[in-house]
């Protein structure tokens, strides 16, 4: 049983389980060694919680990594192969607009949502390409099918 103890002092550095093993030595009676046990079994019921609530915060972290970011890395706004926009700047704080660009040897063309990921404008020198965008929000891009994540956060 000393070795146990002694094991438990070594393994755990908090303050609290010397208190459990502080009568090591003065075991003699059957008391002493049902206090220490009872001092143990709190120790071993806080390492417990404190493993449980490791386990939640790492789940929730996890859960954190795997969600898309608020705003795709690019949409789709019209058939594949000429209407990809990438997201070219959205604030930090997610209080402004995000815009998506698409850039041409000779053309600029951009959309533009609001922070709540609703509809804002467009721009650039016509909109064919920009078409299944217009009045679309992200999240019904999302559900489409048009928005892609290239990187994970």
């Given at each position: 049983m000393k070795k146990i103890l002694m094991l438990l002092t070594l393994l755990y550095s908090g303050n609290t389980l010397s208190d459990c093993t502080n009568n090591i030595n003065n075991m003699s009676d059957v008391a002493s060694l049902k206090d220490t046990m009872k001092c143990l079994q709190l120790e071993i019921d806080k390492l417990n919680s404190l493993h449980t609530q490791l386990k939640k915060k790492n789940s929730e972290l996890e859960k954190q990594l795997n969600e898309p970011s608020k705003w795709p890395h690019a949409i789709n706004c019209g058939?594949?192969?000429?209407?990809?926009?990438?997201?070219?700047?959205?604030?930090?704080?997610?209080?402004?607009?995000?815009?998506?660009?698409?850039?041409?040897?000779?053309?600029?063309?951009?959309?533009?949502?609001?922070?709540?990921?609703?509809?804002?404008?467009?721009?650039?020198?016509?909109?064919?390409?920009?078409?299944?965008?217009?009045?679309?929000?992200?999240?019904?891009?999302?559900?489409?099918?048009?928005?892609?994540?290239?990187?994970?956060?």
């Open positions: 058939t594949p192969w000429d209407a990809l926009f990438i997201l070219h700047a959205n604030p930090l704080d997610n209080a402004g607009p995000a815009w998506y660009v698409q850039v041409y040897n000779s053309s600029y063309r951009h959309v533009k949502f609001n922070s709540d990921l609703s509809y804002n404008d467009w721009g650039g020198d016509n909109k064919d390409s920009l078409i299944g965008c217009i009045n679309k929000s992200i999240t019904q891009l999302r559900a489409a099918g048009r928005t892609y994540e290239f990187i994970k956060k």
